[in-house]
C-alpha cells in the first residue's frame, strides 16, 4: 500500500511539472513570437521623425504649427544649402573635364537618386510626380540607411569560391578623392542632423490617417475600418444562426441518423481549410446569387459567417447541453413550454458558454486572411464610405498586410507598416478576445446572484 501511494505520489508530480513546463514552454514561444512584433511594431508609432515628416503632415493632413514647422524646415535648408553648393560646383567640374565625366558620370546619377531618396528633391529639379519624390525621408532610421547607401558603393566579391557571392561595401569618398563632390561626404556624415532635424515623435494618428503613395506616408485607417466592418457584419449574421441551429440540435431535433449525419458534417466544416471557403464565398455569393457584381464586404462577411458557423454551433449546442437537466423539468412542471423554456431559462444559463464560441469565432473572422482574398480585399483603397458601407470592396489589415510584405515593389522601405500592422493586428484580436471575456464574466457573476 505504501509503494502504491508512493508511486502515485511520483506521476502526481510528474504531470504536475509537466504541466508547469508547458505552460512556460508556452509563455517562451508567445515571447518569442509576439516579441518582434511589439518592438517593432511599436517603430510605427514612436520613432525619431524629421522635419520631412512634419511638413508632410502639415501639408497633407493639416496638423502641427504651421509657423514652427516653417521656421524648423527653413533651418534644414540653410543647412542643406552647403551641400548643394558642392553638388553644383562638382557638376560645373564635369562640364570641364570630358575625362572625369566618363569615369564617374553613371555613378554620380547613382549618387544623386540616394540624396533625393535622403533629402528631397535637388534645387533644379523639374517637379517630381510621386509624392515619395517630393518629400526626404520621414524617419530618422531609415535616413541613416539612405545615408548609407550614398557614402558607400555596393559591390559583389565572389573570390571565396563558393560562387554565392559577400556583399562589400566600398567607399564612395575614393571614387571623387580630389575632385570638388570630395566635400559632400563630409557634409553628409557629420551634418544629416542639421539637415533633417530628427527628433522623437508619437504618431497616434498612424491608426486613424489614410495612406498615401502605396503606404510610403499616412497610416491604416482603410484596413482598420475594413477589418472591423467585416468581423462584426460577420458575427451579426453568423451569431444568430449558430444559436438557433445550436438550440434546435440539443432541444428539439429527435436523435437519429439524419442528426448524427447532420453534426459529422458541422464537425467536418471547422476543419475545411479556410481558402475552401473564400473560393466557395466568390462562386456562390458573388456569381451565383450576385449578392454583389464583385467584391464587397457584404460577400466577405457571408463568406466569414459560413468560416466561423460550425465552430460557434458546437459551442453554443455544448453550452446549452451543459445545462443542468433539473433546470428543463422544474420549468415543464410549472407549465412553461418548450420554447419558453429556452428562452428563459437555457439561453441565460448557457451564455457564458455561448459567449466563450462568440469570442473565439469573432477572432478567428479578424484575422482571417484567405477567405476574403476572393470576396473583399484590395490591396489599395480608401476608406468605406457610409453611402457604400456593404456594396463596396475594402482593404484589410490580414490581407494587407501579407501584400505589403510579399509584393510591394519596395519592402524594405515601409518595414514599420508591416509591423505596425501586425501589432495592430494581433491587438485588435487580443482587444476583442478581452472584451468577451470579460463580458462573460460579468454575464456569469450576473447569474451567481
Not at 557638376?91 to 535622403?118: N, P, T
Not at 564612395?172 to 563632390?181: I, K, M, N, Q
Request: proline letters at 5%; hydrophobic letters at 50%; a positive charge.
Amino acid at each position: 500500500m505504501r509503494a502504491y501511494y508512493s508511486t502515485r505520489h511520483v506521476l502526481d508530480r510528474a504531470f504536475s511539472g509537466l504541466g508547469y513546463g508547458s505552460v512556460a514552454l508556452m509563455a517562451l514561444a508567445l515571447v518569442a513570437l509576439l516579441g518582434p512584433i511589439i518592438g517593432k511594431g511599436l517603430g510605427a508609432y514612436w520613432f525619431r521623425g524629421t522635419v520631412e515628416f512634419r511638413l508632410f503632415v502639415l501639408e497633407r493632413f493639416h496638423r502641427g504649427n504651421a509657423k514652427k514647422i516653417g521656421i524648423e524646415h527653413r533651418e534644414a535648408m540653410r543647412a542643406r544649402e552647403p551641400f548643394w553648393a558642392v553638388l553644383r560646383a562638382f557638376e560645373a567640374e564635369m562640364e570641364s573635364d570630358s575625362a572625369l565625366r566618363r569615369r564617374v558620370g553613371k555613378d554620380y546619377h547613382r549618387f544623386q537618386s540616394h540624396i533625393r531618396e535622403l533629402l528631397g528633391p535637388i534645387p533644379g529639379d523639374s517637379p517630381p510626380l510621386l509624392m515619395r519624390q517630393q518629400y526626404g525621408q520621414t524617419r530618422w532610421d531609415r535616413a541613416l540607411v539612405k545615408r548609407h547607401q550614398a557614402l558607400h558603393i555596393e559591390e559583389w566579391d565572389y573570390g571565396d569560391g563558393t560562387g554565392m557571392g559577400v556583399r562589400v561595401w566600398k567607399p564612395r569618398r575614393l571614387l571623387y578623392a580630389g575632385t570638388a563632390l570630395e566635400p559632400a561626404f563630409d557634409l553628409l556624415e557629420n551634418h544629416l542632423e542639421a539637415m533633417l532635424r530628427p527628433r522623437w515623435t508619437w504618431y497616434g494618428r498612424f491608426l486613424t490617417d489614410e495612406s498615401f503613395d502605396a503606404h510610403f506616408f499616412g497610416g491604416i485607417w482603410a484596413e482598420m475600418l475594413g477589418t472591423l466592418c467585416l468581423t462584426v457584419f460577420a458575427m451579426l449574421v453568423a451569431t444568430p444562426i449558430g444559436v438557433l441551429s445550436a438550440i434546435y440540435l440539443s432541444e428539439y431535433a429527435p436523435e437519429g441518423k439524419l442528426i448524427h449525419l447532420l453534426r459529422l458534417f458541422i464537425n467536418t466544416l471547422a476543419g475545411v481549410p479556410s481558402i475552401v471557403f473564400g473560393l466557395f464565398g466568390m462562386a456562390f455569393f458573388i456569381h451565383a446569387l450576385n449578392v454583389t457584381p464583385s467584391k464587397s464586404v457584404l460577400a466577405g462577411s457571408f463568406t466569414l459567417a459560413l468560416l466561423v458557423l460550425p465552430t460557434l454551433i458546437r459551442a453554443s449546442e455544448e453550452a446549452i447541453r451543459a445545462v443542468p437537466q433539473a433546470y428543463r423539468e422544474a420549468a415543464f412542471s410549472l407549465g412553461a413550454s418548450r420554447w419558453h423554456t429556452v428562452a428563459t431559462i437555457l439561453l441565460p444559463a448557457a451564455l457564458p458558454g455561448i459567449l466563450t464560441g462568440t469570442v473565439i469565432s469573432l477572432g478567428r473572422a479578424a484575422g482571417e486572411t484567405a477567405p476574403i482574398i476572393f470576396t473583399a480585399a484590395v490591396s489599395m483603397g480608401e476608406p468605406l464610405r457610409w453611402g457604400r458601407l456593404l456594396t463596396a470592396p475594402t482593404p484589410a489589415l490580414p490581407w494587407n498586410l501579407y501584400n505589403l510584405c510579399t509584393e510591394h515593389a519596395a519592402v524594405d522601405e515601409i518595414r514599420h507598416v508591416q509591423f505596425g500592422m501586425a501589432l495592430t493586428l494581433v491587438a485588435l484580436v487580443l482587444l476583442l478576445n478581452m472584451a468577451g471575456i470579460f463580458l462573460r464574466a460579468r454575464v456569469s457573476r450576473q447569474l451567481k446572484v
